[in-house]
Nanobody
Framework: VQLQASGGGSVQAGGSLRLTCLASGGTFSRLNMGWFRQAPGKEREVVAGMRWSGSTFYTDSVKGRFTVSRDNVKNTVHLQMNSLKPEDTAVYFC??????????????????WGQGTQVTVSS
């Protein structure tokens, strides 16, 4: 599975961005998809994602602001980010895994990763 993330950029606090991850080379509908981020000097952390079943998960700090969605026809997963804060600044990665029972909030559960896209939120 190959993943390509896009949609990052620079916005002011309170602004919005929409990230997209395009998957190829696998059966997309069977993949658990996750979004992670890594800020300078910090560990990679889970942001949100959607399991193959359609259920979603979010880290507490983005609940109510971020929304994850997927399109199994276009093989894409999106992360709509609203009310962005400076602390959301990081490189965002999409990740995929085909195993049905994995710990979707843990980065090491994913076998496939995109290249990352930078999100910068200024105050």
């Amino acid at each position: 599975v190959q993943l390509q993330a896009s949609g990052g950029g620079s916005v002011q606090a309170g602004g919005s961005l929409r990230l997209t991850c395009l998957a190829s080379g696998g059966t997309f509908s069977r993949l658990n998809m996750g979004w992670f981020r890594q800020a300078p000097g910090k560990e990679r952390e889970v942001v949100a994602g959607m399991r193959w079943s359609g259920s979603t998960f979010y880290t507490d700090s983005v609940k109510g602001r971020f929304t994850v969605s997927r399109d199994n026809v276009k093989n894409t997963v999106h992360l709509q980010m609203n009310s962005l804060k400076p602390e959301d600044t990081a490189v965002y990665f999409c990740a995929a895994d085909s195993r049905r029972s994995v710990a979707v909030r843990i980065a090491t559960s994913y076998d496939f990763w995109g290249q990352g896209t930078q999100v910068t939120v200024s105050s």
